[in-house]
C-alpha cells in the first residue's frame, strides 16, 4: 500500500526532543547544574510500535505459546499492518475465538503451531474458517508481584 493512504497520528514521538526543551524551575533565568546532564527518557511507544493506528494491545489468557516465553497474563504487541509469512506468530480468529499461535506454511499446507506440546497443530483448510487479527510484535512479560497485582485486581 502507499503511504498516501494513511492520515498522520497526532502522535509525533519523541525523536526530536532535545537538552533545551526542559523547562526548569528556576525563575531567576539561570538554569540548574545538571540541566546540562539531562538526557531524554525512553519513549516505548516510539521503541515498540512501528504503526500505531493499526497496533493494537491484547492480553495472552492461553498457556499455548509457553515454550517461546508468552505465559498467560502477558500483553502482547500486535500490528495489523504486518503482512503473515511463514514462522511469524499471530493472533488468528478461529470459529470465533481469538488465539496465539506460530503461522506454518509449506507448498501444499498451512496450519498454526503452538509452542506448548500440550496443544494440538490446527490445521487450516476450506473447512477452519481463519481470520488473521495481526502479528505479535512483542511480548510484555511482567515479573514484579506488586505490578501483577495491581493489573489483575481482585473483583
Known amino acids: 500500500m502507499s503511504s498516501e493512504f494513511f492520515s498522520p497520528t497526532a ?13 526548569t524551575a528556576n ?3 539561570f538554569g540548574a547544574a545538571a540541566d546540562d546532564y539531562a538526557e ?13 493506528p493499526a497496533t493494537y494491545f491484547f492480553r495472552m489468557n492461553s498457556e499455548a505459546m509457553l515454550d517461546v516465553g508468552i505465559y498467560a497474563g502477558d500483553v502482547l504487541i ?3 499492518s504486518i503482512t503473515i509469512a ?14 496465539v499461535r506460530r503461522y506454518k506454511q509449506t507448498q501444499n499446507n498451512s496450519w498454526l503451531e503452538p509452542a506448548n506440546k500440550r496443544f494440538a497443530d490446527i490445521i487450516l483448510d ?3 474458517p481463519l481470520k488473521v487479527w ?3 510484535t512483542c511480548v510484555i512479560h511482567i515479573i ?9 485486581p481482585k473483583k
Open 11 to 23: 502522535y509525533n514521538g519523541t525523536k526530536e526532543f532535545n537538552q533545551n526543551d526542559i523547562n
Open 27 to 29: 525563575a531567576t533565568g
Open 40 to 52: 531524554r527518557g525512553i519513549d516505548l511507544n516510539e521503541q515498540l510500535i512501528m504503526n500505531k
Open 78 to 80: 500486535v500490528d495489523r
Open 86 to 99: 511463514t514462522e511469524k506468530i499471530i493472533v488468528a480468529a478461529i470459529n470465533g475465538t481469538l488465539m
Open 126 to 128: 476450506k473447512n477452519v
Open 134 to 136: 495481526g502479528v505479535v
Open 144 to 152: 514484579d508481584a506488586a505490578l501483577i497485582a495491581f493489573n489483575n
